[in-house]
């Protein structure tokens, strides 16, 4: 049965299992591959994407799940907060092997689009369970504060 929902504004509609979880539906059918495969378990937050402006690990929604809703990739991010939280990113050499990176922007997106100027807490408990091999986390809070001022609020 034909699943229809929106991706990055446009309206896609696919043809395939409808338990399947939505980053195998976005890398393997869409071909956005920018969301990542971590652990399949929403350990780790590197298949983070937004759906309907919320940040959510990608690997345990199931398509049926997604039906008639907005999902956001990082190929699709736009607007002021993206725009500095890239920028921050880029001014902090936040990435170092970059895996993980992806869902750690998705995520920092999420949190200053719901908090504009976050504290401390607030980061650590939007940032929780996005992991980084490389530990890139002092970076990645800073960025995040660098965002932050940036943006009104």
């Given at each position: 049965m034909p699943i229809s929902f929106?991706?990055?504004?446009?309206?896609r509609t696919v043809d395939v299992d409808p338990e399947t979880p939505l980053?195998?539906?976005?890398?393997d059918d869409?071909?956005?591959?920018?969301?990542k495969f971590g652990c399949g378990a929403?350990?780790?937050?590197a298949c983070n994407?937004?759906?309907d402006g919320e940040a959510v690990r990608s690997c345990q929604i199931q398509l049926q799940d997604a039906a008639g809703r907005d999902v956001t990739t990082i190929e699709g991010v736009t607007g002021n907060v993206a725009k500095a939280v890239q920028d921050a990113w880029i001014k902090l050499d936040v990435v170092q092997c970059g895996y993980c990176q992806?869902?750690?922007v998705m995520a920092a997106i999420g949190l200053l689009t719901q908090i504009a100027k976050p504290s401390d807490d607030?980061?650590?408990k939007a940032m929780d369970g996005n992991l980084c091999r490389c530990n890139t986390y002092h970076r990645i809070r800073l960025a995040i504060h660098e965002a932050a001022k940036t943006l009104p609020g």
């Open positions: 929106t991706v990055n504004g446009a309206k980053l195998w539906v976005l890398r869409l071909k956005l591959t920018g969301t929403a350990l780790c937050g994407v937004h759906l992806t869902g750690q607030d980061i650590d």
